[in-house]
């Protein structure tokens, strides 16, 4: 069947992430940047510079001028961002809006870990308007056994209170919390829901074909379905719709016929590009769990401009705007246009690349088998509806359909 993507003519980059930080004060065992496969986070300088933060805002409007999109985001990222301070944020922030705000619906966003923040910047969220993403994975117990600084000593006590600075200032925030396998998943989400928290995801952990074997070995087959479905079942019996769970309701979207708003399902092209400190850009950093180096492009925006990500000769360009082709195995899986393979660096090996099904594969598919009983939606009556949106909307991409976290 027919796929909604960017035709050639339109794909743009709706979204930079500017990793405005290579370092963090935090070293958390399942970090993808610091713990994995890659070290490219060595080379970088620790923090943006002021060059090269006008560089990606120029490549921004540039891009903006060219396509005449409407919308445009901004997320800062890193490592941990507010290590780059109170007054360069708030010196970005406002340049940004002087250089972008008149030409497009601007939205600002940050990734932190919450451990940092005090007064000052919630100020500064609140004047820029600026949307947060915190992560953190539940309890004290659970988020300390992973989320450490470098003196091995557990963050919940200054994420929560982070936390409670974020709302107490009425700054619109999300949780990301990597979902910890094994631990009981009431137990987690509970706690989010009694500190408050109304815009949750929950994030399966990165793991390739070559390192899943110990995962599946202590946890069993299907241990992030087995930790989401009670989640999802009281989402669906007892929440109000005050409550959001981010990566439940991207399942609930596809599976109705829609749009996933994450790229972690459904392999839509997420149209953006992350820009290193020292100007380089990538592609999905992610990639970062795979392989050293592979999120590497090569172009930098000191002198390379976003179209070029189009020409590029690596596998970026087609990850970025198109989605990555999936896997066979997919193809012939009754949810292979639900699905499509899941989040791209899940599907990798050292010996087939891409060219594989999630390493989550088992859980997806008992996900969607529960979710479709809970709904009352059947696969074919998933297609019908995927053919009917099709022939409805215009293959757009929409800045607005990617998370920040």
């Known amino acids: 069947m027919s796929e909604v993507r960017q035709s050639r003519e339109t794909r743009y980059v709706s979204h930079a992430v500017l990793k405005v930080a290579s370092r963090c004060n935090l070293n958390c065992s399942y970090c993808y940047v610091f713990n994995m496969a890659d070290s490219t986070w060595k080379i970088r300088p620790p923090l943006m510079s002021d060059e090269v933060f006008e560089a990606a805002l120029e490549r921004i409007r540039q891009q903006c001028c060219a396509t005449r999109q409407d919308r445009f985001r901004i997320a800062f990222h890193g490592g941990e961002p507010c290590l780059i301070g109170h007054d360069r944020f708030d010196a970005w922030c406002g340049r940004a809006r002087a250089v972008l705000g008149e030409m497009v619906q601007l939205g600002l966003v940050i990734q932190t870990n919450g451990t940092l923040l005090d007064s000052e910047w919630i100020e500064l969220f609140q ?67 009694d500190l408050g928290c109304t815009q949750i995801t929950y994030l399966m952990p990165h793991f390739t074909h070559d390192t899943i074997a110990p995962i599946r070995q202590r946890y069993g087959p299907t241990p992030c379905a087995d930790f989401l479905i009670p989640i999802f079942d009281h989402w669906w019996f007892e929440s109000t719709m005050e409550v959001q769970i981010n990566d439940l309701k991207d399942l609930a979207r596809v599976i109705m016929g829609g749009r996933s708003h994450s790229e972690a399902v459904g392999n839509y092209p997420p149209c953006y590009v992350f820009i290193e400190p020292d100007g380089e850009m990538e592609g999905l950093d992610n990639l970062r769990a795979c392989r050293d180096g592979l999120s590497r492009i090569r172009l930098n925006v000191r002198n390379s401009s976003f179209s070029d990500l189009l020409h590029t000769e690596t596998m970026h360009s087609q990850a970025i705007f198109e989605g990555m082709p999936i896997s066979q195995t997919c193809r012939d899986c009754v949810e292979g246009e639900t699905c499509r393979g899941g989040y791209l660096p899940h599907r990798y090996s050292a010996a087939r690349g891409f060219d594989n099904p999630s390493v989550w594969c088992a859980d997806l598919l008992k996900l969607f088998t529960h979710l479709r009983i809970r709904m009352g939606v059947s696969i074919e009556e998933t297609h019908e509806r995927q053919r009917m949106l099709a022939a409805r909307d215009a293959p757009i991409l929409d800045a607005e359909d990617v998370h920040a976290f």
Do not use: K, N, W
């Not at 470098?150 to 936390?163: A, D, I, K, N, P």
């Open 127 to 193: 004047t820029h308007h600026v949307a947060v993403g915190l992560s953190m994975d539940g309890p004290r117990e659970i988020h300390d056994a992973v989320r450490v600084d470098h003196r091995e000593q557990g963050s919940y006590e200054r994420v929560e209170r982070g936390l409670r600075l974020l709302q107490e200032g009425a700054v619109p925030y999300g949780i990301g919390c990597v979902i910890p396998l094994g631990a009981d998943p009431l137990t987690v989400h509970r706690h989010f829901l």
